[in-house]
């Protein structure tokens, strides 16, 4: 089996979780588990369910991520993966776009592909 490559698979899960995210935020709910957790803006969420409950709540309806960085570094003996991105996040209707931070804790499923364990996300005050 050839190894992946962590930031290929880092750059497709941002790409994909994002593109959902000012799409269908519903959809994100495949993305997280049971055990996942979500911190927003210093809330904390447990679960699938809240997760997508807090997400979908969000006081906007459409939005718009612009990614400048992605990084990412391997984690734990069990295939996990760190990504930590940063960029801009455009709400419809305001002339001026948000600084956000975003870190997430992939850890591989059975099928192959990652779930969200940990999701912390920050708006990044000037």
Do not use: W
């Not at 994909?16 to 994100?28: E, P």
């Not at 939005?63 to 455009?90: E, R, Y």
Request: charged letters at 10%; one cysteine or more; a negative charge.
């Amino acid at each position: 089996m050839a190894a992946m490559d962590p930031d290929a698979v880092a750059k497709a899960f941002v790409e994909h979780y994002y593109s959902t995210f000012d799409t269908n935020r519903a959809g994100l709910a495949s993305l997280y588990q049971d055990a996942s957790m979500l911190s927003f803006e210093g809330q904390k969420f447990q679960g699938t369910q809240n997760i997508t409950a807090k997400l979908t709540s969000l006081p906007f309806q459409q939005c718009q991520h612009h990614i400048t960085t992605v990084d990412c570094q391997p984690s734990g003996p069990a295939g996990g993966m760190l990504v930590f991105v940063s960029g801009n996040l455009q709400l419809s209707g305001e002339q001026h776009a948000l600084k956000f931070s975003q870190m997430f804790h992939l850890m591989p499923t059975p099928q192959g592909s990652f779930y969200v364990f940990n999701d912390i996300f920050r708006l990044n005050y000037a």
